[in-house]
């Protein structure tokens, strides 16, 4: 029990026996990818759990990102948050587009929404926000800002699958927002994305363009790429929905056993939860304050000696990767919240198997530093 390694996520994976007979027909039908009937299917329950408009099936997240940019002709300069993981920026450079880096919010480690209207210049195309750790952005403020200047809106929402608010789907805002199914996400297809968009028109756009650009044998329409999702991935995601309500439940349970234990820890902060919305127990982050007997690099060492695979969660900042810190807007006097965040941020495991018992003994490690 003691040393039984924990890591900060889990895949979660329904019973092998339940997903046979969707390997059985894959290999009776030969029928291996180019939407076949697991990725008609889950195309269309994917849309239905969600509740969203139209959903196109990717074979990973930053493919889809990357078409997402494509699909909007998004060109010159993008508005981004820092406080991400790496795919969010280099999908922007991969399209040849200069990210444009603004700080973040404390209260929900997502772009501040107040400081994307002074980044603006005249090259500038779209906002990228990301609903970091499934937190919502301010998104009907960062919509009127896009509105006024004649911007796109593309949410990066790889963590915030079947997160609501008020009832309506986080992934119905913007103009598409992306998501992920890698193998450490809420939701896997082993690896896997989604674009998630409201118009019909610009679904069949980016359906072409994860095919080549084909609108059928003989006409190419655009320079597309190969993003597609193939049926392996798709049969496993229509069994993995009819698991995600009780996995998202068993992650929330484990939610609230850490927030109200920790409540009460000097020193270490959860980040605060807003009450309209449906949270989906991705991430656990925790900020390591300067009243904290030890510093966040030392709790860090010390869950690690036990086997307690933390993370931080995001550092370093994206900003201060080789291939973007000399753009000015990654200075980190431009970044002082995302700078101090990222120097503060433990992200503690969570995942639907881990169990009630390992995580006191977490809680009990994080709240006895002497
Ligand atoms: C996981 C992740 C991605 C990339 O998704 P993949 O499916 O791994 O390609 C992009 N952005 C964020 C914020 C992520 O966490």
């Not at 010159?76 to 990210?99: D, Q, R, S």
């Not at 927002?177 to 756009?205: P, W, Y």
């Not at 006097?333 to 965040?341: F, K």
Request: negative net charge; glycine residues 6%; contains cysteine.
């Amino acid at each position: 029990m003691e040393d039984k390694p924990t890591f900060l996520t889990r895949p979660y994976l329904p019973p092998l026996e339940d997903f046979l007979p969707y390997l059985a027909e894959i290999w009776e039908s030969r029928l291996l990818t180019n939407g076949g009937p697991f990725h008609q299917q889950f195309e269309e329950k994917l849309r239905h759990y969600l509740g969203v408009g139209h959903v196109s099936l990717f074979a990973s997240g930053t493919l889809a990102l990357m078409t997402a940019l494509q699909a909007l002709r998004i060109t010159g300069e993008v508005i981004t948050t820092p406080y991400t993981f790496a795919a969010t920026t280099h999908a922007l450079l991969w399209n040849g587009i200069k990210p444009v880096f603004v700080d973040i919010r404390r209260d929900t480690c997502n772009l501040d929404e107040e400081l994307v209207e002074a980044a603006i210049t005249p090259r500038t195309t779209a906002i990228l926000p990301v609903h970091c750790y499934g937190n919502p952005c301010a998104s009907e403020r960062l919509q009127q800002i896009a509105d006024t200047y004649g911007l796109k809106l593309i949410y990066d929402a790889a963590h915030a699958f079947g997160v609501t608010v008020d009832g309506s789907s986080l992934l119905a805002q913007g103009d598409l927002a992306m998501l992920s199914f890698h193998a450490t996400k809420v939701f896997n297809t082993f690896e896997g994305g989604a674009i998630v968009c409201h118009d019909l028109k610009l679904k069949q756009r980016i359906d072409y363009l994860k095919n080549f650009g084909f609108a059928d044998e003989v006409t190419v329409v655009a320079p597309g790429i190969n993003g597609k999702m193939n049926e392996f991935q798709a049969a496993l995601g229509l069994l993995q929905l009819e698991h995600a309500d009780r996995a998202i439940a068993a992650r929330m349970a484990i939610d609230r056993r850490y927030r109200q234990a920790l409540a009460t820890v000097a020193g270490v902060e959860c980040l605060a939860v807003a009450t309209r919305v449906k949270r989906n127990g991705g991430y656990f982050p925790l900020l390591i304050g300067a009243e904290y007997p030890l510093s966040r690099d030392q709790l860090y060492d010390r869950l690690r000696q036990q086997q307690i695979h933390v993370r931080r969660y995001f550092f370093p900042l994206i900003s201060d990767l080789p291939m973007y810190r000399g753009i000015p807007s990654a200075a980190p006097a431009n970044l002082p919240v995302a700078t101090s965040i990222a120097r503060q941020i433990l992200c503690l495991p969570i995942y639907p198997d881990l169990d009630l018992p390992t995580v006191d003994r977490i809680i009990d490690i994080v709240s006895s530093p002497q």
